[in-house]
């Protein structure tokens, strides 16, 4: 990694990236490789890398440990997700360190730690910056921030963001696939709750760390690449053909909406909205089963409030 300046009156930055990963070798070593290639970086920035490999059989762990003989990779089951493998990565960082929350299919641009530590400066505050990323063939933005929207006839909404080009933009929540956490941040809030094993722990933390007080930014373009998943069908709730049974044992698995976090994120955001918006998805579901109809998977940019990171 380049260091090139320090901004005036700060002490250089500790980042420890976060991250967890299952079965994408190639990807993981392209968003490792991408870390280590930071341009721009403040001065003497100190910049560590914490795997979680959930049980990977495709030799992801040895060949990161090779390739990168300095991340520390640690090898856990196959029943860890995002969320739970975020948090194990946290606790082996330092706890003062900024955090990055970096997804294993995320390809940083060269400066695009630089621009989400600027965007949070002064270090010294608590803050929360998301990055934007682009679909691989540039065309549009796959994950972003989030404006929260209500109404008073209808449960609140999540309405993604578009970054500026030059300027930061305030959100009131965010997709996990590249968020930097300061250090005063993490002191206030902690880490991502361990309530949430995969989705919505990311919007759950952008949440309350508005309610906090806490800036939430959204940097200036996209810092990256990370292709859009949320439009494969194939062994989700929406697969066609599914009866009512499977598909909702499907909904319930953690990979989507399994109950109990998921009436947490309802209960702690929601309001007297709460119960209407945790039922939805399960209604929905049984009834397109019965009906039998094909559906497209619904993509968490709009409408309900969870992500995927």
């Not at 901004?7 to 070798?25: E, I, S």
């Not at 606790?91 to 400066?111: I, K, S």
């Not at 730690?113 to 682009?134: C, E, F, I, N, W």
């Amino acid at each position: 990694m380049h260091a090139d300046r320090l901004p005036p009156g700060g002490a250089p930055p500790c980042v420890a990236v976060l991250m967890t990963c299952h079965n994408r070798r190639d990807k993981t070593l392209a968003a490792i490789s991408s870390v280590h290639a930071q341009t721009g970086l403040p001065a003497r920035t100190r910049c560590t890398v914490h795997l979680v490999d959930a049980g990977s059989s495709d030799g992801t762990a040895d060949e990161v440990r090779a390739a990168f003989p300095g991340t520390d990779v640690v090898t856990v089951g196959g029943g860890v997700h995002w969320g739970t493998g975020t948090g194990i990565a946290a606790t082996r960082a330092d706890p003062a360190a900024h955090v990055l929350w970096l997804n294993d299919d995320v390809v940083l641009d060269p400066g695009a730690l630089a621009v989400l530590l600027r965007t949070a400066a002064p270090l010294d505050r608590p803050a929360v910056v998301v990055g934007a990323t682009r679909s691989g063939d540039g065309t549009r933005t796959t994950y972003s921030g989030y404006r929260l929207v209500r109404a008073r006839l209808r449960p609140p909404t999540l309405e993604r963001m578009e970054p500026d080009a030059r300027h930061a933009r305030p959100c009131d929540t965010c997709n996990g696939n590249a968020v930097l956490v300061t250090a005063p941040a993490r002191r206030l809030l902690g880490d991502l709750d361990p309530a949430f094993p995969h989705r919505m722990g990311d919007h759950d933390y952008g949440l309350r760390a508005r309610q906090a007080g806490i800036p939430l930014l959204l940097a200036p373009g996209h810092v990256g690449i990370c292709d859009d998943n949320s439009g494969a069908i194939t062994g989700t709730s929406v697969e066609p053909g599914l009866d009512a049974r499977t598909a909702l044992r499907r909904l319930a698995s953690v990979r989507e909406q399994p109950p109990t976090p998921w009436w947490r994120y309802c209960r702690r955001h929601l309001g007297l909205w709460a119960p209407l918006v945790f039922c939805s998805p399960y209604v929905k579901i049984i009834l397109r089963s019965t009906a039998r109809r094909p559906v497209t998977l619904p993509r968490p940019r709009h409408g309900s409030l969870h992500a995927d990171p």
